[in-house]
């Protein structure tokens, strides 16, 4: 690298470091005069960068947010400390939608790492623990994320081990399309090539993801929305339980308590309705109906009135025997 160009990316770096600069500053960390400062301002200038110069004993140069985002230069201690909070970011969450961006910036941040960093990040990463303990649900490695993420971009063929629900254990050959964050679970969306069609993959269930270094050719999952497909294969795999029920209300004050569609609320008269609810289980809509804080009769099934019984009787043991009595 040049001189000219290894000065450049220095003055950048430091203008990235902190919001203000004066130029006799710039001058002594470069090792140049103010005036070749002031070239190499207007060589960033040309090449897109917005640094604004302000006059005045208080003035100096700042980079200010343009319209489109430079190359953002780390020193190594920086970008360790960048992948490492993407790493926590992609498997604990915490802010919803961030676990994906997280990914998408680990891969490109994991690839562009000379090896002494990525060793460092690996080491860092393995001994350290969060304070708050293991994440709600099953743990993915990220380098598990990284690899399959990857593939997703590259639109590569990728092998893996992987585990079905049944606790089958095989092997898969798949052509990635996307991954997708659901709750707690990470899920990969792909073509499956052993079974010609579309399926999902619990990340966790997956071991030893292994890029083939073939291309796939371009498919588009049904729907084109990878998030969407998941819903749809979580749905359809789900066991549904009805339930009907007669709730003393009016059927806008249920709608708005419950939380349900207008079509699973019948309105009887001004002060009943009708409620016609599904949900992955009965004790699931026991507590829902539970907690309305309205009065209610089950119509069907009979199981759920005696998951109610149930609820109401472990209540009243938890409240004590005083409770109880009351």
Excluded: N
């Excluded at 203008?15 to 002031?38: F, I, K, M, N, Y």
């Excluded at 990040?121 to 690899?147: K, M, N, S």
């Amino acid at each position: 690298m040049s001189g000219t160009s290894g000065r450049l990316l220095r003055l950048l770096s430091l203008l990235q470091a902190r919001r203000g600069w004066s130029g006799p500053e710039l001058a002594g960390r470069l090792g140049v005069s103010v005036r070749t400062v002031r070239r190499d301002v207007e060589r960033l200038r040309e090449l897109g960068y917005p640094v604004r110069a302000e006059l005045g004993t208080a003035g100096g140069y700042r980079l200010e947010a343009g319209t489109a985002m430079p190359p953002l230069l780390l020193d190594d201690d920086e970008a360790v400390a960048i992948a490492l909070g993407l790493r926590g970011a992609a498997v604990a969450g915490g802010v919803a939608g961030i676990e994906e961006s997280s990914v998408r910036a680990l891969v490109k941040l994991e690839q562009a790492l000379p090896d002494r960093l990525r060793r460092r990040v690996g080491a860092l990463g393995a001994a350290t623990t969060p304070i708050g303990g293991p994440p709600a649900g099953p743990a993915v490695a990220p380098e598990t994320l990284a690899v399959l993420a990857a593939a997703c971009r590259d639109r590569e063929r990728l092998r893996f081990a992987y585990r079905d629900r049944g606790g089958a254990c095989g092997r898969r050959l798949v052509e990635p399309y996307g991954l997708v964050s659901a709750g707690r679970r990470w899920y990969l969306v792909a073509w499956d090539a052993d079974r010609g069609d579309w399926r999902t993959f619990r990340a966790d269930r997956l071991a030893e993801p292994f890029p083939t270094g073939v291309r796939s050719a371009p498919r588009e999952v049904p729907g084109g929305d990878a998030a969407a497909f998941v819903k749809r294969s979580l749905a359809a795999g789900r066991p549904v339980r009805r339930a009907v029920l007669t709730v003393h209300a009016p059927a806008a004050v249920l709608a708005d308590r419950f939380r349900v569609a207008e079509a699973e609320v019948e309105p009887v008269d001004e002060r009943t309705c009708t409620l016609r609810t599904a949900a992955d289980s009965l004790e699931w809509t026991a507590l829902r109906i539970a907690y309305l804080d309205l009065e209610f009769t089950v119509r069907e099934p009979p199981e759920l009135a005696a998951r109610l019984r149930e609820l109401g009787a472990r209540l009243l043991r938890a409240g004590g025997e005083d409770s109880a009595r009351t």
